[in-house]
């Protein structure tokens, strides 16, 4: 509980520095097209920053607890995080191209990361 509350604030903290840095600091470094690839780096952070938080307030005995399918999900939204965001954000500073290779796994982890919210949820309400 406590592990993903933790993760999820802290990637909403890094989501709004990167937002804050993309917009002041790439603005006119970058390719606009890469300014855009940025936003949605920090928009799918955000999002699972706060689904990160929402895992970690349903680990509460009094909610769901600690099934294994709410730990996977989170550890899957903070691996998407990681590979999604992560991978875009390094293609927008350096433009390799070959990095949006990479982006499509994080997005597959978020998806199994929210079907696997959606189990913990059916098994456990």
Do not use: C
Request: hydrophobic share 60%.
């Amino acid at each position: 509980m406590k592990f993903f509350l933790i993760a999820g604030a802290i990637n909403a903290l890094l989501s709004v520095a990167f937002g804050a840095f993309g917009a002041h600091l790439l603005e006119g470094r970058v390719a606009d097209k890469y300014l855009d690839t940025w936003q949605t780096a920090v928009q799918y952070q955000m999002f699972h920053a706060v689904g990160l938080m929402v895992v970690g307030i349903l680990m509460s005995s009094s909610l769901i607890g600690t099934l294994s399918s709410l730990s996977w999900a989170g550890y899957l939204m903070l691996a998407g995080i990681i590979i999604f965001s992560g991978s875009l954000y390094v293609l927008s500073l350096t433009g390799i191209s070959i990095l949006g290779a990479i982006t499509p796994i994080g997005g597959v982890a978020f998806i199994v990361g929210w079907i696997m919210l959606i189990v913990a949820a059916s098994k456990a309400l």
